[in-house]
Every structure is written in C-alpha cells, then in structure tokens.
C-alpha cells in the first residue's frame, strides 16, 4: 500500500518517528541506526516504507535505503521473525554483511541480534540462503566486523556503540590494525 514518504521530520524517539506529510503525522517505527542518522527535527525526510498489517494494528516501518526495505521484508517472511526483530537485525549490520552472513550459514553473526537465538538464526539461514542473491557481500569484511566487535567491546565499549563506529569506518580502510584505529578514535569523538 505504502512505498515511501516525504515530509518533515515532527518528532523523534527511541523506537519511533513521526513524519507529517500535508497535515497528517505518520508513526513510523526505525532501528536506532536509522533513526540516529536522520535530520534535526523540522527537516525534510524521505523514508521507504513497510506497511505492515496484523489483526490488532497496521504499523509502518521506516528505511532510508530500499535494499534495508527489502531485506526486512525477507526477514519478516521467516516464522518466527516479526517486524521488532527484523529491525534488530536490519540494524546489526550493513545489507551486504547481513546477506553475506546468510549465504555463508554465520548463524553467531546473526545471533548477536536483540531476540535472536541460536535456532532462529538457524532457521533464518535456511530459509533465506536461497532467496539471497549475493551483491557484492564480502565474507572477510564481515569476520574483520565480527573480530572488531569483540575486540571493542573487549575493551569496555558497548556493543551497539561499536556497531556504529564500524558502520562509519571508510571502506577503503582494510588493514585490522588500522580499522581499530579508526574506530577507537571515532568512538574517542563520541561518533
């Protein structure tokens, strides 16, 4: 039904935004990545949407890119996987890092996702490993994600703290010494 919105930015919290679009304000529910990179409030906002309808609500989820729209809506089409935790994992890591986690059968990646437990991520790889196409995911950028993690979160930093950091390392920087580096100092600047 929906496709996407833009509108000003009304209201920001912790689970939810609101985007008012001629005179109507739009609840829309984001990962905390997503919401942390949207504009100050009163700017103009463009999201893709999910509209997702149950018996009890209709709830929109909000993307700033389509491949993380896409991705959800494979998420949520696993059993078990509601759109809560397909946003837990949408905000674990980039698309290509999640599809390369999938297509390599890393249920510990996945696993490190609010709500998701071994078996679920288990069955997340089955029944998704043949549905994703590979674009393009690199299997050692995520191990090198994976061991960056840990190393920061070895050294006291929270791991949703860390995620961010080593979502906003510049890809041409691929030498683990150096990406450390590059993340503790982000992390020194509060990101």
Do not use: C, W
Not at 22 to 49: C, N, W, Y
Not at 124 to 141: A, F, H, M, Q, R
């Amino acid at each position: 039904m929906f496709y996407s919105i833009e509108g000003i930015l009304a209201k920001k919290s912790d689970k939810f935004i609101v985007i008012e679009n001629h005179g109507l304000g739009f609840r829309i529910f984001v990962s905390q990545e997503t919401g942390a990179k949207l504009p100050k409030l009163g700017d103009i906002t463009k999201l893709f949407l999910h509209h997702h309808v149950r018996e009890d609500a209709m709830d929109l989820y909000g993307f700033l890119h389509k491949d993380e729209m896409e991705l959800f809506e494979l998420l949520i089409s696993v059993s078990g996987i509601g759109p809560k935790t397909a946003l837990g994992l949408i905000g674990l890591s980039s698309v290509e890092n999640l599809k390369a986690a999938i297509i390599s059968g890393k249920a510990d990646f996945l696993h490190r996702a609010p709500g998701i437990g071994q078996k679920t991520a288990e069955r997340i790889i089955l029944e998704l490993k043949t549905k994703i196409v590979e674009e393009g995911g690199d299997n050692s950028k995520l191990e090198s994600d994976m061991e960056l993690e840990d190393a920061l979160v070895g050294l006291g930093y929270d791991k949703s703290v860390s995620r961010q950091a080593i979502k906003k390392i510049p890809g041409e920087i691929v030498d683990p010494e150096k990406r450390l580096k590059e993340a503790l100092k982000l992390l020194s600047k509060k990101i």
